[in-house]
C-alpha cells in the first residue's frame, strides 16, 4: 500500500519510535500521546480496518494482542492497568486505514 503512513513505518521508510517488532507486528510511539503511556501496535500486513480482518488476519490480531501483553510489561503498566482500543471506521473515529490497536 504506497500511500499507507502506517505501512511506510513498518517498512521503514518513515521513522518511529520502536517499542517491540515480531515477524507479525510492530509497536512504536504514539506521535500524539493521549496519555503518559500510548503505543500503536500494527500488523506488518495491510488491513485496513478491524471489518477486514479475514482468517489470515485474524493470525495478526491474535499476535497485536500478544504484543500488548509484552508492550504492558515492557512499559511497566502490566501490573497498573491499561486499556486498548481499535477505532473502526470514520465515525468510529479511526484516522489511519491501516489496522491498529491504542495501548493506552
Ligand atoms: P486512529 O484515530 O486512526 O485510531 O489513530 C491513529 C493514531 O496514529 C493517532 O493517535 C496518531 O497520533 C497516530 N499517528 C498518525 N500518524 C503517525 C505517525 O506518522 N507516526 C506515529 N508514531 N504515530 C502516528
Ligand atoms: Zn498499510
Known amino acids: ?11 521503514g521508510t ?10 507479525r507486528v ?9 496519555a503518559p ?4 501496535i500494527i500488523p506488518k500486513r495491510h488491513v485496513a480496518t478491524l471489518m ?3 482468517a489470515e488476519a485474524m493470525a ?3 499476535a497485536m494482542m500478544s504484543a500488548a501483553q509484552e508492550v504492558a510489561r515492557l512499559k511497566k ?7 486498548v ?8 473515529g479511526q484516522v489511519v486505514f491501516h489496522l491498529h490497536m491504542h495501548l493506552l
Do not use: T, W
Open 1 to 11: 500500500m504506497e500511500d499507507c503512513i502506517f505501512c511506510k513505518i513498518a517498512a
Open 14 to 23: 518513515i521513522p518511529c519510535q520502536k517499542v517491540y517488532e515480531d515477524s
Open 26 to 34: 510492530l509497536a512504536f510511539e504514539d506521535i500524539h500521546p493521549m
Open 37 to 40: 503511556v500510548h503505543i500503536i
Open 52 to 54: 477486514d480482518v479475514d
Open 60 to 62: 495478526d490480531l491474535q
Open 77 to 83: 503498566v502490566d501490573r497498573k492497568g491499561f486499556r
Open 85 to 92: 482500543v481499535v477505532n473502526c471506521n470514520e465515525e468510529g
